[in-house]
């Protein structure tokens, strides 16, 4: 595809259930992030894929959250046990390779609330 | 404190007005400064891009770093309907897997 694909865009679910956002970045796209954006509130940082390396884990906010990246492609963000605190739009990204000073690439985002 | 502070808004002012957003830092390491643009329930896009300070123009578009002040703006001229958006800030040290955005301001151009 052309752009950076997320889904689904829309998912409400039940408080202590457990969740899978899907991200299909842009083809040839080594790097892959995620972000959460909570209502009013800034672009927060979960956790960076950058081809075959260890991911950069250190902006998920506790155990519930994991997710893993199929080579350089597909990415899957996992929240187990949702919380309320846990509503929020999940943005994935992708840019050709990782990095400051790489143009980055925003899906529109999985709107998660939790009911 | 947080490591970028942006005023939420809302701004609003009349089309062909000047446009100034506007943001602040606190980590001296940013060397790479960004606007984006976000519509309502679509993800943001990239507006400027500046590496350490100085200016940059793109068309309607001028983006100013000042590191010794540790500030960065956004101006807009000729402001149009369609430049009604959230503008968000964002910045990140050289190396840096991640950015750090501020909170956005939304910005209404009135016609």
């Known amino acids: 595809g052309a752009g950076v694909s997320q889904s689904p865009s829309n998912k409400v679910t039940e408080k202590g259930k457990d969740v899978e956002l899907r991200c299909d970045p842009i083809?040839?796209?080594?790097?892959l992030y995620w972000y959460r954006q909570r209502l009013g509130q800034g672009l927060e940082f979960l956790i960076y894929?950058?081809?075959?390396?260890?991911?950069?884990k250190s902006g998920l906010p506790s155990d519930r959250f994991s997710a893993e990246r199929t080579g350089e492609s597909v990415s899957t963000l996992t929240i187990q046990r949702t919380q309320q605190e846990d509503s929020a739009v999940y943005l994935c990204?992708?840019?050709?390779?990782?990095?400051?000073?790489?143009?980055?690439?925003f899906g529109e985002g999985s709107w998660l609330t939790v009911v | 404190q947080k490591e970028v502070e942006q005023d939420p808004g809302p701004l609003s002012v009349p089309e062909g007005a000047i446009v100034s957003l506007n943001c602040t830092y606190s980590?001296?390491?940013?060397?790479?400064f960004m606007w984006y643009r976000q519509y309502s329930r679509k993800g943001p896009e990239l507006l400027m891009y500046?590496?350490?300070?100085g200016n940059k123009e793109d068309g309607r578009f001028t983006a100013q770093v000042d590191k010794s002040s540790k500030y960065i703006s956004l101006f807009i001229r000729d402001s149009q309907p369609s430049d009604s958006a959230t503008y968000l800030c964002?910045?990140?040290?050289?190396?840096?897997?991640?950015?750090?955005f501020g909170t956005g301001t939304r910005l209404t151009v009135i016609p």
């Open positions: 500046t590496y350490s300070s």
């Open positions: 894929f950058q081809g075959n390396s260890a991911p950069d």
């Open positions: 980590n001296s390491a940013f060397q790479y």
């Open positions: 964002a910045m990140s040290e050289t190396g840096a897997n991640n950015l750090f």
């Open positions: 990204a992708s840019s050709l390779q990782g990095g400051s000073g790489n143009t980055i690439y």
């Open positions: 083809s040839g796209h080594t790097a």
